[in-house]
């Protein structure tokens, strides 16, 4: 057996485990404990230790309720009791020196997750020459509550911090700081471009992914709206003293009560980033085109198909999407084109369609056409059979971390998906890691994008027509 590998850092010296060629590093602490005294604050340095501190497990989870529904049959959840929740883990590859370095940030709607998802796990990544780190952060009300006399978009500054810390200690783990590519999916994709936007974060970053990530911060009253909401049920202020007197399982049984018997399409407000003078001054979307760092960035064909269940989309009519589309400010000429570029969808189809590409595929176009520094599209196309999921939402995971044969990718890939799929997918993140490309054409003005399926293609993007007719 290997002798288990040791690290120096700022505030002490860890001991992490070895095996099958990688050394990991699991909860170390990148910042203090985000409760009493600092509940709602800016996150704090982490204490020092003395002694060699044992990094074999991973840290807390930050407080949240497990997915529910048909949503939680298909993602899976893991938590871990405990308040030490900012925590950071490291996937080393033995006697690394001046790698390359990830930084990955999980998604879940800004309300779930942890990196201690079987899933997320490095190893593919270290064994390719790359120091890869994962990081928790804060949460749901404790990271993305909008209060009169609090710091916003908590859960951001966590991750700022953690990138920061990132580059402070790589270099202990065999890192190069200077190579950092901080990379996420869904709500960590919109953390990866919140660091984007942040003028201290920005100058550490060396490249960048963004997996289904929204990249729009919303007005301070739109985005604090669930905040308000909880504060009317539970009887409290919008203010930090108050907020802080809940308890964060009572803040969570108060958001499973305002949620109950929400949908996709009539449900509660979620967390969203805020737009805030100290802590997010512009909107990511905004920023995206003038950022100088190589930009690997897409979707999924059929992101809604996590989000809304058949009987959900059997259920649209006309009517729903009229609504949509008049509330929106959808032209008519836009649902016509969507309808051509999908023959035979349904209403709801139609709907769910819309749905993905204000969300998601139309604002990463305009950050795309909008960019001069090197930029890659691409489209995760592969049908999955489970439940017909189609391309879905978060289905892109299991093949980037190439983990078609565990349990979390299989729930929404079954036990068939192409590996020979997951083994360009990983490749093609692993090159643009190393160097900045991927292996296909750049966005331009003939809007190449690589179509990742069983057979995949490099083309011009995919169903423009109604895409660049939708507001932006």
Not at 84 to 98: I, K, R, S, Y
Not at 265 to 293: C, M, N, Y
Not at 384 to 395: M, Q, Y
């Amino acid at each position: 057996m290997s002798a288990a590998p040791t690290a120096t850092l700022t505030a002490g010296s860890v001991r992490g485990t070895a095996a099958d060629g990688v050394h990991r590093f699991l909860g170390i602490p990148y910042a203090a404990p985000p409760f009493d005294a600092n509940r709602f604050r800016a996150p704090q340095p982490a204490a020092a230790w003395d002694g060699v501190r044992d990094t074999t497990e991973f840290g807390a989870t930050s407080p949240q309720l497990p997915y529910a529904g048909p949503i939680g049959e298909l993602l899976g959840s893991v938590i871990i009791d405990g308040e030490d929740v900012l925590t950071a883990n490291v996937w080393a590859p033995p006697g690394a020196e001046h790698a390359p370095v990830v930084l990955w940030l999980h998604g879940g709607a800004l309300e779930r997750g942890t990196a201690a998802i079987p899933l997320y796990d490095g190893a593919v990544f270290a064994r390719a020459g790359i120091v890869f780190a994962s990081v928790n952060y804060r949460l749901g009300s404790e990271g993305f509550s909008v209060l009169s006399d609090a710091p916003t978009n908590l859960g951001l500054l966590d991750a700022a911090a953690a990138l920061a810390w990132v580059h402070r200690e790589i270099a202990a783990f065999g890192g190069d700081p200077a190579q950092i590519t901080v990379m996420g999916e869904s709500a960590g994709g919109a953390l990866v471009a919140g660091l984007l936007a942040l003028d201290d974060s920005r100058p550490l970053i060396a490249r960048a992914i963004i997996e289904s990530g929204p990249l729009q911060a919303q007005p301070r009253k739109k985005a604090g709206r669930v905040t308000a909401q909880l504060a009317k049920l539970l009887g409290v202020r919008t203010e930090r003293d108050s907020f802080a007197s809940v308890a964060p399982d009572q803040l969570l049984e108060a958001r499973r009560t305002h949620s109950a018997g929400s949908s996709p399409l009539d449900g509660a407000p979620g967390f969203q980033f805020a737009i805030d003078p100290q802590t997010l001054p512009r909107s990511p979307h905004e920023v995206l085109g003038d950022v100088d760092v190589p930009l690997l960035i897409g979707s999924n064909t059929d992101e809604y198909r996590l989000w809304f269940t058949p009987e959900q989309l059997d259920g649209l009519s006309e009517w729903n999407l009229l609504l949509a589309r008049l509330v929106l400010r959808i032209p008519r000429r836009a649902v016509e084109a969507y309808r051509t570029a999908f023959p035979g969808a349904s209403t709801g189809e139609i709907y769910g369609q819309l749905a993905t590409d204000l969300l998601l595929r139309a604002p990463l176009t305009r950050a795309a056409r909008a960019r001069k520094a090197p930029t890659y599209v691409y489209e995760f196309a592969w049908p999955s059979p489970v439940r017909d999921l189609r391309a879905a939402h978060a289905l892109e995971l299991g093949f980037v971390f190439d983990q078609l044969a565990s349990a979390d990718a299989q729930r929404m890939a079954g036990g068939d998906a192409p590996q020979q799929l997951a083994d360009e997918m990983r490749d093609a993140w692993i090159a643009f890691i190393k160097n900045g490309d991927p292996g296909w054409a750049p966005y331009g003005p003939e809007r190449s994008t690589r179509v990742l399926s069983a057979q995949s293609v490099t083309m011009p993007q995919r169903r423009t027509e109604g895409l660049d007719l939708l507001p932006g």
